[in-house]
C-alpha cells in the first residue's frame, strides 16, 4: 500500500529537549516535506526537499531542521522545542520529475511543547 | 501571491442532504487537489483533478482550469462525510510547495 508513515503520533515534551519526528515513504517520491498546521493560519511549510541531500527552507524554518540522507527519510528534527512550537504537524511526499505530482500526506503527530 | 479561496467557509446539512464546495485559484496554481480532514485530523486524499470531471462513489469532482475553479460534490451526505474540506495546488516555481484553501467545514447532522 503507498503510505507516508509519520511517527509519533502524539507527543508530549519539555521545553528544549531534543526530539526528532520521523516520516518515510513508500512512493519513490522525489519531492518530500514538512508542514504545520495552526488554528487560523492553515497549513504553512517548513522545509521542503526535492532529492537526496537537496533540503531547503520553507515559510516557517526557524527553530527546525532536516536532513535527507535516503530517498524515503525525511525526519524533522527539533533541536530545542520552544511551546511556540506546540502544533499538529504533517509530512506529505509527491512526485517531482514526473507527470503525475499528487500529493500524498502522513497521519499527523500532535506535539505539545510545556 | 498564490491565491486559493474556498467557499463557503461553514456547510451544516441534515444526513441525506447534497451540496456542492467551490475552490478559486489564481492562474499560478497548478495540480489540484482535494482533501478532506477527519475530526481525528488526518488528511485524507479524495481527487488529484488538474482537469476534467472525476467519480468516486457519492462524492465527484470538477476542475476547469481555463477558469480557474473546482468543484467538489458531495450526494447523500452521511455523518461521516463531517469535517473540512480542503483545496490545493502547487504553486509554480520557488518550493513548488502545496497552497491550501482556508478550507470549509462541513457538519452532517443525523
Known amino acids: 500500500e503507498a503510505q507516508v508513515t509519520q511517527n509519533p503520533r502524539y507527543l508530549i515534551t519539555v521545553t528544549g529537549k531534543k526530539l526528532t519526528v520521523t516520516c518515510s515513504q513508500n512512493m519513490n517520491h522525489e519531492y518530500m516535506s514538512w508542514y504545520r498546521q495552526d488554528p487560523g493560519l492553515g497549513l504553512r511549510q517548513i522545509y521542503y526537499s526535492m532529492n537526496v541531500e537537496v533540503t531547503d527552507k520553507g515559510d516557517v524554518p526557524e527553530g527546525y531542521k532536516v536532513s535527507r540522507k535516503e530517498k524515503r527519510n525525511f525526519p524533522l528534527i527539533l533541536e530545542s522545542p520552544s511551546p511556540n512550537q506546540t502544533s499538529l504537524y504533517f509530512c506529505?511526499?509527491?512526485?517531482?520529475?514526473?507527470?503525475?505530482?499528487?500529493?500524498?500526506f502522513g497521519q499527523g503527530t500532535r506535539l505539545t511543547v510545556v | 501571491g498564490i491565491q486559493v479561496e474556498q467557499s463557503p467557509p461553514d456547510l451544516i446539512l441534515q444526513e441525506g442532504a447534497n451540496s456542492t464546495l467551490r475552490c478559486n485559484f489564481s492562474?499560478?496554481?497548478?495540480?489540484l487537489q482535494w482533501f478532506h480532514q477527519n475530526p481525528w485530523g488526518q488528511l485524507i486524499n479524495l481527487f488529484y483533478i488538474p482537469s476534467g470531471t472525476k467519480q468516486n462513489g457519492r462524492l465527484s469532482a470538477t476542475t476547469v482550469a481555463t477558469e480557474r475553479y473546482s468543484l467538489l460534490y458531495i450526494s447523500s451526505s452521511q455523518t461521516t462525510d463531517s469535517g473540512v474540506y480542503f483545496c490545493?495546488?502547487?504553486?509554480?516555481?520557488?518550493?513548488?510547495?502545496?497552497?491550501f484553501g482556508k478550507g470549509t467545514k462541513l457538519t452532517v447532522n443525523p
Open positions: 506529505a511526499s509527491r512526485g517531482y520529475e514526473t507527470r503525475n505530482t499528487e500529493a500524498f
Open positions: 490545493a495546488g502547487i504553486s509554480q516555481g520557488g518550493s513548488e510547495k502545496l497552497v
Open positions: 492562474d499560478s496554481v497548478n495540480n
